[in-house]
């Protein structure tokens, strides 16, 4: 079964600093790993994917991820936070059941001034 | 891409009632799926929503609880049977667009259903 792992429910940073989020990931084939976001209210947003091309993946609003197969994850990050990147963010892979998506519980993003 | 709308965006309903969902897709999409989100949890899956065929339900899922219709290739709908407050949650609709294959491709998703059973 393939299955992600998102390490810490809750993640604080200041405005400007830089933004890092887990995500370790669990699979028997090659995995296909998204990154989500969920604002207050909203549904979800894809930020970016990886399809077994470039390990090193850009995404809107300026974050980016690596696949690293040796460390099994696939952590997010961006530069220079933003207040407007408070928000839920998941992580999660492609699974068996007509290759739907499978979710980590989630990391919720504070960011302070 | 797809643009996904669901119908009602919430809904508070009794104990014991049904309430359908409504999902429609601005184009043609080889997979639909059903989600449920629960307050501060992260995404489950319900079911697969399979053209012209019953549903395909995950563990913990049934039927009778969940039944879901897709007529055809853009519409699909939720019904959450005789509701109890465990049943509140919000419930997305998915689905695929198979331009990319079917592992690879992106998952679209709705605005979501939030519902509240008293």
């Given at each position: 079964?393939?299955?992600?792992?998102?390490?810490?429910?809750?993640?604080?940073?200041?405005?400007?600093?830089?933004?890092?989020?887990?995500?370790?990931?669990?699979?028997?084939?090659?995995?296909?790993?998204?990154?989500?976001?969920?604002?207050?209210?909203?549904?979800?947003?894809?930020?970016?994917?990886y399809t077994s091309a470039a390990t090193l993946v850009k995404g809107i609003n300026g974050f980016e991820a690596e696949f690293k197969k040796s460390e099994t994850s696939?952590?997010?990050?961006?530069?220079?936070?933003h207040m407007s990147d408070a928000a839920e963010y998941f992580c999660a892979v492609t699974g068996s059941s007509g290759y739907a998506l499978n979710f980590g519980k989630g990391t919720s993003l504070l960011v302070t001034p | 891409s797809a643009v996904i709308s669901q119908k009602p965006s919430r809904d508070i309903c009794q104990r014991g009632t049904s309430l359908t969902i409504q999902c429609q897709?601005?184009?043609?999409?080889?997979?639909?799926?059903w989600y449920r989100q629960q307050p501060g949890q992260s995404l489950t899956l319900i079911a697969t929503a399979n053209q012209g065929s019953e549903a395909t339900y995950e563990s913990g899922f049934v039927i009778d609880k969940f039944p879901i219709s897709r007529p055809n290739l853009t519409f699909s709908t939720l019904t959450v049977s005789n509701m109890s407050p465990e049943d509140s949650s919000i419930y997305l609709?998915?689905?695929?667009?198979?331009?990319?294959?079917?592992?690879a491709d992106t998952q679209y998703f709705g605005p979501g259903t939030r519902l509240t059973v008293l």
């Open positions: 079964a393939q299955s992600v792992t998102q390490l810490g429910s809750h993640v604080s940073v200041s405005e400007g600093a830089l933004v890092l989020l887990r995500c370790n990931y669990s699979s028997s084939v090659p995995p296909y790993l998204f990154w989500y976001v969920q604002y207050p209210n909203q549904g979800l947003q894809l930020l970016l994917k696939f952590h997010l990050t961006k530069p220079s936070a | 897709v601005d184009s043609q999409v080889t997979m639909m799926f609709c998915s689905s695929k667009t198979g331009e990319e294959g079917s592992r």
